[in-house]
């Protein structure tokens, strides 16, 4: 990505600012590239029809999801199979849109059109206390959608003055750690944010204190193709297939 900035300098014909009896200074235009590096993770934005759509379904079927989860958190549930067909189409949508931007961010052409699977999707009721140590997931892709952001909560994360992520964020680590790097991305969300985003990316969420009910959803999705071939994105299709996950968010 290429974008234009301005250095200081002291030689040059440019537009210059002149101060009195000191050498004269310059703003120089000068052209940067800034190179893409590390894994595509894609923020947007559902809708509120969705949102509801989530809290709704979940209530159907609280099926307990805490023996397949990585989370320290009392009530993760799983959505039953009939809640699961209402939602595929709203993820299938926003999968083709992660498409769409991974394309952009790596500047590669996919070649066949992507059949996704959806292999895991539940529901999180983070509470005071409680949290998700750094983990990976299952699959070629993950998810994660906020639907309940309480005002408590984000008083709480403002007033937090470390560099984390803060109390109820979300953290994605990538790289080692090398001082010039960035080797993480911290966000604390806004209710109906969506993050796709590599299976393989580690990534935590840190507890808070305030008493409320953090709500969010999370989902699997595996790639049928064979693994060495890039595929071309669009609307993207996604079957539904229950399956157990050891190192879920």
């Known amino acids: 990505m290429s974008t234009v900035g301005t ?26 590239d800034m190179f893409n590096w590390g894994p595509c993770v894609v923020r947007m934005k559902i809708s509120t029809d969705f949102q509801k759509l989530l809290l709704d379904e979940a209530k159907k079927n609280e099926i307990d999801f805490r023996g397949k989860l990585a989370g ?26 992660y498409d ?8 590669k052409q996919y070649d ?25 997931h299952d699959g070629k892709l993950s998810f994660v959608i906020y639907l309940k952001i309480p005002n408590e909560l984000k008083i709480e994360n403002a007033a937090y003055k470390g560099r984390s992520c803060g109390p109820g964020g979300i953290q994605f680590l990538y790289g080692e750690g090398g001082r010039d790097a960035v080797t993480y991305m911290s966000y604390f969300p806004e209710e109906c944010d969506m993050f796709v985003f590599p299976a393989w990316l580690k990534h935590w969420v840190s ?18 193709a064979p693994l060495n071939n890039i595929q071309k994105f669009g609307p993207s299709y996604i079957k539904n297939r229950d399956t157990g996950d050891k190192k879920n968010k």
């Open 7 to 32: 250095v200081d300098g002291k030689i040059g014909e440019q537009e210059q600012d002149m101060d009195k009896d000191k050498d004269k200074k310059v703003k120089t235009r000068v052209e940067v």
């Open 72 to 97: 320290q958190i009392d009530k993760e549930t799983g959505y039953g199979d009939e809640s699961k067909q209402k939602i595929i189409p709203y993820i299938a949508n926003a999968l083709g849109i």
């Open 100 to 107: 769409q931007a991974y394309e952009r961010y790596t500047r």
């Open 112 to 136: 066949k059109k992507p059949e996704y699977i959806m292999s895991a999707l539940w529901i999180n009721y983070q509470k005071a206390n409680e949290f998700n140590p750094p983990h990976d």
């Open 207 to 224: 507890p808070f204190q305030s008493k409320c009910e953090r709500i969010s959803v999370s989902g699997n999705i595996h790639d049928s």
